[in-house]
């Protein structure tokens, strides 16, 4: 492997003990701990282990945490109900609605009744607007999103007249990333699963963001040399030699990327870190927000 490896653990650290600093700090000066609400809809597993361990980062870097559960057919009125609920408590800065939400309820009509100063995920669509507009900055940038700029940032990558490609252009990460990308001054390409010829695109770029969801799709003989790969895909593959019965990859194949690219992420230990520390970024930020009035 030539390329340098981008360590999400060792950002996430970094990123989680600036957080518990500023806390521990906002405490002490201000006697004010920052809240985070967690809103899960039904029982499905791995949304219920995602709010679990959101809340868990909270307790060790010492923000309040309240989780709410409702029914699997909790009603749209339930739901937004309970997010006024939460607007109107002092003691919660951040909301996260844990998505997906079942699928007879109505998820922007949700997203949209999240107050703007306590949408820390930031898929709010005013937020999401800011983000895209020239001249104008979101008070919350996504989380996934986020943690891949500070990723980039650490890894020293130029980011200024790259040309970037985001492959997948979901709202919570292909989305919200080329915007950033190209708001930090990138040329940006957004490719999708109706791209023609992903590797013509893929050929050109200084840096790529794989958000596809397909295990190890993009191959080292895809990229150009130097290239900085950020891979954002998590995806479970049978493996008989582990005891779980499968392993861990993301959409790059990383041992053949690794051989061109001049920096790359693994998985896991590259993006998953991240996402959470973000989080708790954000949370920080909107507790500062309220102070702030
Ligand atoms: P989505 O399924 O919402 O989006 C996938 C995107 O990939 C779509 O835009 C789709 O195109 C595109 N796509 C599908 N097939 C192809 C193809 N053959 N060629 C090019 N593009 C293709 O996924 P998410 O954005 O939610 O997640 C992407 C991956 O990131 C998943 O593996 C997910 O688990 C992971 N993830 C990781 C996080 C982390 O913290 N590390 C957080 C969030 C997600 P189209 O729009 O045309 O359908």
């Known amino acids: 492997m030539s390329a340098q490896l981008i360590d999400g653990k060792k950002v996430a650290a970094r990123v989680r ?14 006697n004010y701990t920052p809240g985070l609400a967690t809103v899960l809809v039904g029982e499905d597993p791995a949304s219920a282990t995602y709010v679990r361990s959101k809340q868990r980062m909270c307790e060790r870097l010492g923000i309040h945490s309240v989780g709410h559960t409702l029914s699997a ?22 909301i996260l609605v ?21 949408d820390v995920d930031g898929f ?12 104008r900055d979101p008070l919350f940038i996504p989380c996934t999103p986020a943690g891949c700029m500070e990723l980039l940032a650490d890894a020293g ?16 990460v292909g989305l919200p990333m080329a915007m950033l990308l190209q708001k930090a001054n ?41 290239v900085a790969v950020i891979d954002v895909g998590i995806n479970r593959v049978d493996d008989d030699t582990r005891e779980r019965g499968y392993k861990l990859v993301g ?11 001049g920096a790359i992420t693994p998985v896991p230990g590259g993006v998953g870190p991240m996402t959470i520390a973000m989080l708790m970024k954000n949370t920080l ?9």
């Open 17 to 30: 003990d600036e957080v518990a600093e500023a806390v521990a700090q906002m405490k002490e000066k201000h």
């Open 73 to 94: 057919d909790a009603t749209q009125e339930e739901v937004e109900t309970l997010v006024a609920k939460l607007n109107a408590d002092p003691n919660i800065n951040g």
């Open 98 to 118: 844990q998505l997906p939400l079942p699928k007879h309820l109505d998820e922007e009509a949700v997203l949209n009744t999240i107050d703007l100063e306590k």
């Open 124 to 135: 709010h669509p005013v937020n999401i607007g800011r983000l895209a507009m020239k001249g």
């Open 157 to 172: 990558v130029e980011i200024n007249g790259a040309e970037a490609v985001i492959v997948g252009r979901s709202n919570i």
């Open 186 to 226: 990138a040329t940006v390409t957004i490719c999708h699963s109706r791209t023609k010829d992903l590797t013509e695109h893929l050929k050109r770029a200084d840096i790529v963001v794989a958000a596809i969801g397909w295990a190890e799709m993009i191959k080292g003989d895809m990229l150009k040399p130097g």
């Open 251 to 261: 959409d790059v194949e990383f041992d053949s990327a690794a051989e061109v690219a």
């Open 285 to 293: 930020r909107a507790a500062e927000i309220a102070l702030a009035k």
